[in-house]
């Protein structure tokens, strides 16, 4: 591949995932922009339908005429209301095939931010609802017709200049109120969105913990803590819905007295006999309509000022995310795994007090196909951070961890997920059948591959004894579940596809005596068949079906070597500082 070619496809990437959505709809654009074109001058109907009556049909008494002009009339509505229609239903569709582009990156953008510690309050998904509501909307009907108000102030002038001077003035102190009003509800409404965020994510928070909440009495304390973000949200909100429809309610009685003031100069006019009656009345009409836009723009002004926030909030996440090349696709790993000068950093939270800290040092780690490593150490000592890191979670401050050669990087997550198996502390099933969470929720996973990784958890009668076996919903999180059945599902879905590295932490927090028996015989056999097996436990009395051990203190790799040899060391100091 070329070099230039790099370069181009990288500076495109560059210019913004969303920014190339946007483009991409930029045809369809320009055909709501010229459908509002034909809806602005067939709005002026109405206003020459009214001067004709007056001028024309009042003055000749001409029936004939008036039911010639009422048919023509009732053809262009018609025609009006498609060409309404067809623009509102484009509008809907445009910001349906912005989220189309823009989804999955949205998605993906969402969960890379939850394993950032501080990344929960970004919601990728929800800023991208906010654009498509917007496109959506009434908003952009506003706008596409916000530049036909100088069609209607010049006809207003082509009637008379003192009427188009007075139109005008309309418009210019309508325009400057929004323009105000942009600046008075700018920050409050980003301080809103922001407050939604915290509140919402509380929220999450209180229903996975729900149980404890409940049994530890933390009701109480927790409603306060909700209530507090609420009403922080509720403040803003109230604000910004304060200024939004004072703006509003004024716009509309300047409107309102602008169409009566063209209305009472038209009539001076008339008596003056500058100007017919029909024009007088068409006069008012189109000061009606030329202002029309402003107050529909004030009126979506919240939703305009949320989507423009959140445009600048995608934007920027997905363009992180754009600038990372797609790695070229790597052989299977088959033979090791090898860990040089690890240092990985609690990434905190801005500004805060562990912000950048050194969690885990790890020397040097060499393991070949086969091996098992029982990782022991105390609490808090870095073991999980250790095994996060292996399966590429977390932040490296420095050091490589390669499976085959290859650095972790250099990999297509997805591709390098397929040569993974991980089993977490806490186990997070999803909302589906057995079978879906082992198959790690591939529709097109074969039934075969799903029993034989059920077979290896040992895992596959306790399985079909459930009400409808691999079929069995098995609830949010995994709640028709005990917590050793839904271990050992983890356990399954870790070892589903035969994995190259498996990292299994805190594997039998959960297990009884035969499920303790399972994941040693899993364990075993992962190893028979060529895979590296990393075995995080808090106790050293299940390291019976790994070879090598390690001990992590402090943050630190401080042993390493044969398991029975490593135990026989460090078991007694281990177990005191436990």
């Known amino acids: 591949m070329s070099h230039q070619g790099r ?20 045809g369809a654009f320009l055909s ?18 009214m001067l004709q009556v007056y001028d024309r049909v009042l003055a000749s008494r001409s029936l004939p005429t008036l039911t010639a002009l009422i048919v023509l009339v009732a053809v262009l509505y018609v025609f009006l209301g498609a060409v309404d229609a067809l623009r509102a239903r484009m509008l809907v569709r445009i910001g349906w095939r912005v989220d189309e582009q823009l989804g999955a990156n949205a998605l993906a953008a969402t969960l890379d931010q939850a394993l950032k510690p501080g990344g929960e309050t ?31 102030v010049g006809i207003i002038f082509a009637f008379h200049p003192w009427l188009g001077v007075m139109a005008l003035a309309g418009g210019v102190i309508l325009v400057v109120l929004t323009l105000i009003s942009e600046m008075a509800t700018r920050k409050q409404v980003e301080a809103m969105n922001g407050q939604a965020a915290r509140r919402s994510t509380l929220i999450e928070a209180g229903r996975r913990n729900a149980e404890a909440i409940r049994a530890m009495g933390m009701t109480g304390a927790f409603t306060r803590r909700w209530a507090q973000l609420h009403q922080d949200y509720l403040t803003d909100n109230n604000r910004v819905g304060d200024v939004n429809s004072t703006f509003t309610a004024y ?28 024009a007088m009345i068409a006069a008012s009409i189109l000061t009606a309509r030329a202002l029309a836009p402003v107050e529909q723009a004030i009126g979506n002004w919240r939703g305009f000022i949320a989507a423009r926030q959140s ?9 992180v995310a754009a600038r990372k090349d797609d790695p070229m696709p790597l052989p ?39 091996d098992g490593l029982g990782v022991i150490g105390p609490s808090g000592s870095g073991k999980s951070t250790f095994g ?24 297509d997550p997805d591709r390098l997920g397929r040569h993974i198996g991980y089993l977490p502390q806490d186990v997070e099933l999803f909302d589906d059948s057995v079978a879906a969470n082992i198959a790690r929720l591939d529709p097109d996973a074969p039934a075969d591959a799903v029993v034989d990784a059920a077979r290896q958890a040992g895992v596959h009668d306790m399985i079909l004894g459930l009400p409808d076996g691999y079929d069995t919903r098995i609830g949010v999180g995994g709640a028709t579940l005990s917590g050793g059945q839904r271990q050992r599902i983890g356990l399954a879905r870790a070892l589903y596809g035969d994995p190259f590295l498996i990292v299994l932490d805190e594997p039998n927090a959960s297990l009884d005596a035969e499920g303790e028996h399972a994941l ?22 299940v390291l019976a079906a790994v070879n090598l051990a390690m001990v992590i203190q402090d943050g630190r790799q401080v042993a390493l070597g044969a398991r029975d040899d490593i135990l026989r060391k460090t078991m007694r100091p281990l177990e005191e500082s436990a």
């Open 122 to 152: 970004a919601r990728p998904l929800h800023d991208l609802d906010q654009i498509r509501q917007f496109l959506g909307g009434a908003g952009p009907m506003a706008i596409c017709d916000m530049p036909w108000m100088p069609l209607f």
């Open 520 to 541: 040693t015989h899993a364990i075993a056999g992962a190893r028979r068949r060529g895979a590296i097996v990393v075995l995080i436990a808090h106790r050293p009395a």
């Open 311 to 319: 445009h600048h909030r995608l934007e920027k996440i997905l363009g």
């Open 251 to 278: 716009i509309k009685v300047i409107r309102l007295a602008m169409q009566s003031g063209v209305l009472a100069l038209g009539a001076w006019l008339a008596i003056m006999q500058e100007v017919s009656p029909g």
């Open 32 to 49: 709501v922009g010229v459908l509002s074109g034909i809806a602005n001058l067939l709005m002026l109907t109405g206003p020459l339908f």
């Open 388 to 411: 996060r890191a292996l399966v590429g979670i977390g932040s490296l401050q420095s050091g490589t961890i390669r499976l085959d050669g290859a650095e972790l990087h250099h990999w």
């Open 7 to 26: 370069s181009s496809r990288q500076k495109s990437r560059e210019q913004g995932v969303l920014a190339q959505a946007l483009r991409a709809v930029r």
């Open 332 to 370: 299977a790993p088959v033979q090791k795994l090898e860990v040089a000068n690890l240092a990985v950093r609690a990434p905190g939270v801005s500004g805060g007090q562990n912000n950048g800290r050194i969690l885990v040092r790890i020397a040097d780690v060499r393991l070949r196909a086969g």
